[in-house]
């Protein structure tokens, strides 16, 4: 994989989210505390592998630059600023501008979401297009009803429907040609001009965790998501039930991450496979699995879980919630 850079847009005056955003700007909401819409975008990026990311910013830019300084986790920062705000074109022009003409991958400053950017940018390196959209399917805001004939036989509380959006995050292999635009929004210029040349496709990956925090409603919506829910390096872990007698978590594992090779010394643990396939690496052995497989892991036994597809488990367990021994770790944490 070639070196690829980040840039996340975090010029936005969120004027749908004031109050909150009348002091600091959007990417500084919390989705939990002490954790903002960025910190989860800036995590994304250094797990995979991603070393240095532009902040594109301008509105309230100083409290950014106050939060992070010159360095995340390790992750340099670089900050744009646009002194006048023109639109996303503009923002992203000056971006392109000071990473030259290298790859990289574009972030709306807005969207929480749980995609593979590891996976995003082999894509994009393999593809032969030069510019790549993350697209998702919309989920209807509305509960729907289906009809047959004249009868109504059946309600469903907001599906996903047939339809894909963008999910704003975009891949380029280098620099990108903004033709005679000058401002405005890129999605409502540049990118129907890729597309009419053909120099435009789509990544997407099914069935992920995507909002864009617009509204007081969608924040509290990913608040609620993230009552019991820890990003991790390789996903996220989310507590769904917590008793004197069992615990119960929902794991999320992306395509080609792993967990630590751990052991648990108290906990009896029972894994159920919801999505997704991989395998458990034990000691002397791997144990594949897929959808609806059963898995036992007993107190003392080392294994890591290993996802070739994006995985998703219920693991219930005794309630030692912090019982865990990390023997080896594949991430800097």
């Known amino acids: 994989m070639s070196e690829t850079v980040g840039m996340i847009l975090c010029g936005g005056f969120g004027k749908r989210l004031r109050p909150i955003t009348e002091k600091i700007p959007k990417p500084l909401v919390e989705i939990k505390d002490d954790y903002t ?31 992070y300084g010159k360095e995340y986790k390790g992750v340099k920062l670089y900050y744009v600023i646009e002194d006048e705000p023109l639109g996303t074109l503009n923002a992203i022009r000056l971006g392109m501008e000071a990473i030259g003409d ?11 979401a749980d995609l593979n950017i590891k996976k995003m940018i082999r894509e994009g390196e393999n593809s032969t297009y030069p ?9 209807s805001p509305y ?6 004939g004249d009868k109504l036989t059946s309600f469903k509380e907001k599906p996903l429907l047939d339809y894909y959006i963008n999910g704003g995050v975009y891949f380029s292999k280098g ?12 999605e409502k210029t540049v990118f129907p001009m890729l597309a009419s040349e053909n120099k435009l496709s789509y990544y997407k990956e099914n069935g992920l965790f995507w909002m864009a925090i617009d509204t007081s409603k969608e924040l509290e919506m990913i608040k609620k998501e993230y009552k019991d829910r820890t990003d991790k390096p390789w996903g996220y ?11 119960t978590k929902e794991l999320y594992i992306r395509e080609g991450y792993q967990t630590s090779f751990h052991y648990h010394n108290n906990k009896d643990e029972t894994m ?14 791997k144990e ?39 023997v080896d770790d594949f991430y800097t944490r």
């Open 175 to 186: 620099a990108i040609p903004f033709g005679d635009f000058e401002k405005g929004d890129i």
């Open 237 to 247: 872990e989310k507590i769904l039930v917590y008793t004197e007698k069992y615990l």
């Open 131 to 139: 510019f790549l959209i993350f697209i998702t399917k919309m989920q």
């Open 143 to 148: 509960g729907i009803v289906e009809i047959t």
């Open 102 to 112: 290298r790859q990289c991958v574009i972030r709306n400053g807005d969207v929480v």
């Open 272 to 285: 159920y496979i919801n999505k997704g396939a991989g395998y458990i690496e034990f000691e002397d052995k």
């Open 37 to 67: 819409i960025l910190d989860k975008q800036l995590f994304d990026f250094k797990n995979a592998g991603v070393e240095e990311v532009y902040l594109l910013a301008g509105f309230l830019h100083e409290k950014i630059e106050e939060r």
């Open 288 to 326: 594949y699995f897929g959808v609806n497989d059963t898995i036992r892991i007993e107190p003392g036994v080392r294994h890591s879980i290993v996802a070739t597809e994006n995985t998703t488990l219920q693991e219930i367990s005794t309630p030692f919630l912090d019982d865990t021994v990390r």
